[in-house]
Every structure is written in C-alpha cells, then in structure tokens.
C-alpha cells in the first residue's frame, strides 16, 4: 500500500526554469491538494481537486499550475521558478472533505537558484 | 478559524506514557481536533481526530474536554521512533475549507533511553 507518492525528492531549479512535481495516489481519494511548507509558516494550501476535471486555488496559488485528469495523479507545475518558491511541497489526499483524515506524501525540497 | 496553542517542547522516558496538551479555546461546534506528527524531512502523519468524544486507535488516544476548549493526546508506550513534532489542529468541515490546515509551531516531542 503505497499511499501517497511523490517525485521527485529534491530538485534544484536555475530562476526561471520550468519544472512539474509528480503526485500520485492509490487510495481512490477523489480529494487531493498541495502545500507548501517554510519555515515558521505552517502548511500553506496552493491548488486543491475535489475530483478528475476539477480543481480550484488555494491560499497561495502564484507561480502554480494544477491539472487533473485521472483520480490517481495530481501534478504541481511550476511555469517560471522564482528563488521564493524555494520550499518543501507535500501533497495530500483525503477520501472526502468531510470527517476523513488527510493523508500526505513524503514531500519534495525544491531550491531555486 | 480556531487557534491551537501547544508546548514547544517535551520529553519523554521510552516505555512510559506521553502525555501532549493543547488549548483551542475559539473552538467552534462544526471543527474537529485532529493531531499528526512530521519526523524531520518526512510528511505530515496522521494520528488520530475526534469532535467531541474520547477516541482511541492503534497509535494514540484522544481526551477532550467537556467543553471542547482543549485536548490531550496520549502515546501509551513512548518509543524511540515516536520522536517528532507533534501539531494539534482544527479543521473546518466545509466544502470550502476540507484542505486549509493551520499548522502552528507545534510541540516537539523528544523520547530518550
């Protein structure tokens, strides 16, 4: 039971360069979303998906592409890599938006040069 | 939404019971207390949630109050591998807010021999 998996691990950006961050889960959680983490900030929500076809922004959404196409896989684009979105982004999945628990992946550290 | 107010520290003898508080005084009636832990470079890990009963799984149990204004999160055999930061939050059951997570500073929870 794989859960959440996330690819790649650790990524080094030059500023504007272009990248996608890989998601994919085998729960059948029709509920997905990113994050990112810095320090002293918490988790800050980017994009979310309540199902294929659908998605919507979240706190911090700038810089960020999201597409949904299947249940399984919600990948994270970057469109022009700023220094600033040097982070640690996570991506959950959750059964439904209502009393179930969120389930994260291990995270991917991105450093932007 | 609620606040979370947590030790920023503890330590813990390995076997014996760890015992984590938390105040959420601004609770409100559709929020639930959900606690995770994040090991350093991991992903956020689900633990155990509950609205207004005592709760138990195979990780933890889950005391809150009467009033709902705090909680306690017990690790019944503290070991070695339980080291981590331990986050206490409320989370909204809202169509709109099932992915927004406030995250606060958490307590970091050291197991020692």
């Known amino acids: 039971n794989a859960g959440v998996t996330q690819t790649p691990k650790f990524q080094v950006l030059k500023t504007g360069q272009s990248m996608t961050l890989q998601c994919a889960q085998d729960?059948?959680?029709?509920?997905m979303s990113w994050y990112r983490q810095d320090p002293g900030m918490g988790l800050r929500l980017i994009h979310y998906?309540?199902?294929?076809?659908?998605?919507d922004q979240g706190e911090v959404p700038n810089g960020y592409n999201v597409s949904r196409s299947t249940t399984e896989d919600f990948p994270l684009r970057l469109l022009s890599a700023a220094p600033s979105q040097t982070s640690v982004y996570f991506c959950?999945?959750?059964?439904?938006?209502?009393?179930?628990?969120?389930?994260f992946g291990n995270g991917t550290r991105l450093t932007v040069t | 939404d609620a606040k979370t107010t947590q030790p920023p520290s503890m330590d813990c003898a390995e076997g014996r019971a760890a015992n984590l508080p938390c105040n959420h005084s601004?609770?409100?009636?559709?929020?639930?207390v959900y606690w995770y832990r994040q090991i350093h470079s991991q992903g956020p890990q689900y633990i155990i949630h509950?609205?207004?009963n005592n709760e138990t799984n195979e990780m933890a149990s889950l005391i809150i109050t009467e009033d709902r204004k705090s909680s306690t999160l017990i690790l019944p055999h503290a070991t070695l591998r339980d080291t981590a930061v331990y986050y206490c939050?409320?989370?909204?059951?809202?169509?709109?807010?099932?992915?927004?997570?406030?995250f606060g500073a958490g307590t970091q929870v050291v197991v020692t021999p």
């Open positions: 959950a999945s959750t059964k439904n938006g209502f009393n179930s628990p969120l389930h």
């Open positions: 729960m059948n959680h029709e509920y």
């Open positions: 998906s309540v199902g294929a076809g659908i998605t």
């Open positions: 601004t609770i409100s009636g559709n929020e639930y």
């Open positions: 509950g609205l207004k």
């Open positions: 939050i409320v989370r909204p059951m809202t169509t709109d807010s099932w992915g927004k997570l406030q």
